[in-house]
């Protein structure tokens, strides 16, 4: 007879490891040898991609000589013939092309050990994700790849017999983001693109079997799910501003409220926007009530959609998207708002005291004093402490500190993970968590134009397995400098204008550097930096790798360098003053001074030294209705008044030449590179680059080489799964 601790339980099968039996509904099928194997190996490790070449090592030993490919395919078919899966639509077994295989259903596993801190460190080293921190639209961070497993609690230990289980939940190919688990932990609701990866819908899935029930299908994006105490409805949001209420099994939605705050723009940093209150009362939301405020939390009557504000941010905390107050949670006793607090350093999390009627109780308390970014949180079921995802230890991990610690300054600890977990979320009657396990990649792209002007496909520049951003072109058009993170952390590095000889450049050891920037003798690059303690500053270092020269320091925002055409200045964005603004500062560095007046951030002066040309940062695009950030304006390099060239342009997507400035359009059709003459004084469209391309834009950066024939741009690929976790405590 099987020993428990021998036995993997799926759905309606058991396999006895030990007897080398597979059984359904306690009947055994016929299944031996390697698809035995195989299956054996795929349950050890759930969720996790096991290679061809591991199976093959494991399997097929070297002294075996068989067709490889031929046998591990029919092996596997073997395999899901005695499963009754589809290779095309699977509920067990996936295909990973050109890679492996993976488990994906939910498995009860008595015979799996709980791995180990050293085991998941080995297991996710060199998992890196680009990061971002500036005008940022998504997610960042987008986002991200981990399992994860917790077994503690200072006050309530796991009792001994207790298993925890991680598993993904469903699998499902696309983008399954912003998990929140029902109080009861059966359920989870959840946005994804759905099999036909459309835009954001509703779902709600029964935790372990069955296929996720869908609850909405507008053609807008739809974010932000928050159950209610009861497990009857859940809230969320549409498009850019309004808020619903739907039953969670399927039923008429009901419109609360419209937000005057345009979510949109910063989907990825307020995706855990509202959290229902305990007694079922009350909604709490983020919010602003005019462009001059900063974003604040809400408190919004289920009943009637009336709101009132709860929190009063510094009120300089308007100058970026991420600022202000987000991602709010009721404590389980309602009396506790947890939130975070973004400023110019970073964010951090606060609590704020609310009496039974919903009036804020004093100043809110700060609870933790990273400066680093955090990306969703919520309340342990006790109430004793939060969980929460932070980009404190350098990329988003997750981490718990308890109430107290606001007044002993004490630090989160660390829960055993890998990076890129985001969007915890717990359910307060059972021992379940969940999180977003974020993937994606950033990488350049390149587009050829022929002498016509039509252009080829698009290719990958300079390809690797890490992150690569912000490309810029040498002025001999030799060399390209770039932001990636092939050495662990982000870095600069410089390539051949093939994409070969990639070499690192700088070695800041963490913290962000970006925006690289070429000096007219390609001699330097200016970068700016954002380190590790939240202080932003801009950076220059020689292209014989010297040591950096820090050009600027200080706790204002500072970036997107450019150079002087003589090589003396270098030109920024900063909110020194309040406002963004253009400023210059000596390239060896010195007091820096303010160029623009009525508004600017990224600057190019021109090739005959007459005028500075630069983009806007718009705080009015973040209220609704949005709008483009102003165009390019230019003003003379000996002062005068301002004037706008053109009446669109994107930060990060427009370069100057010596001929014009060439832009991308951002179009429904495709993004568009546009030509603006200097000779003809016409704008004309050069290209248009496909329409499901997904630019890069937290990190945009548009470059053309001298001669005019290749351009290179920043793309982004995402995905996300969710993980769950049985038996957290």
Partial sequence: MSSPETTIRFAEFAVDLEAGELLRNGTKLKLRGQPFEILALL?????????????????????????????????????????????????????????????IASVDADALNVPSKRHLDHYFRGWKLPLVIASLSLVFVIGFGIVFWVSWHKRQPLAPSSTVKIFPLTGAIGEEQQP??????????????????????????LIGAGRPLRLTSNGEEESCPAWSPDGRYIAFLRGDNDIYIVPSLGGFERRLTHSAWNYGIVRSYLSSCLAWSPDGKLLATVDRSSLNEPLSIFLVSVEDGKKWKVTSPPANSEQLPYQGDRNPAFSPNGRTLAFVRGYDAGNDIFLQDITGNSVPIAAPRRLTFDNANVVGLDWTADGHSIVFSSFRSGSPRLWRIYREAASKKTEPEPIPSGDHAVLPTVARKVGWLAYQQSSGKAFISQLELSDAGQSRAPSRFCPSSQGDVSPQFSPDGSKVAFASTRSGDFEIWLCDIDGSNPTQ???????????????????????????????PEIRVVGVAQGMPLHITLGNSIVDRPSWSNDGKWIYFGSNATGDFQVWKVPSLGGTASQVSKRGGWEARESPDGRYLYYVKYHASWLINPPVRSGGIWRIPIGGGEETQFLDHGEPGLWTLTRRGIYLLNLLPGGPAVEFYSFATQRLTRIATLPEDTRLDTASPAFTVSADGQTILYGQVTLGGNIVVIENFR
Wanted: a neutral charge; glycine letters at 10%; charged letters at 25%.
């Fill in 180 to 205: 929140a688990l029902s109080p009861d932990g059966t359920r989870i609701a959840y946005v994804w693109r759905g099999e036909a990866q459309s835009n954001f819908n509703l779902y709600v899935k």
């Fill in 43 to 103: 349950l050890r490790q759930p969720g996790r991609i096991v290679t061809r070449e591991e199976l093959r090592r494991r399997l097929w030993p070297s002294d075996t000589f068989v067709d490889f490919e031929h046998s591990l395919n029919a092996a596997v078919n073997r395999l899901r013939e005695a499963l009754g899966d589809s290779a095309e639509d699977p509920s067990y077994i996936e295909t990973v092309p050109r890679r492996g295989y993976r488990f």
């Fill in 505 to 535: 450049l700088t070695s800041s050891g963490g913290g962000l550097p970006g925006s690289p920037t070429w000096s007219p003798d390609g001699q330097r690059v200016a970068f700016d930096y954002h380190g590790p303690e939240g202080h």
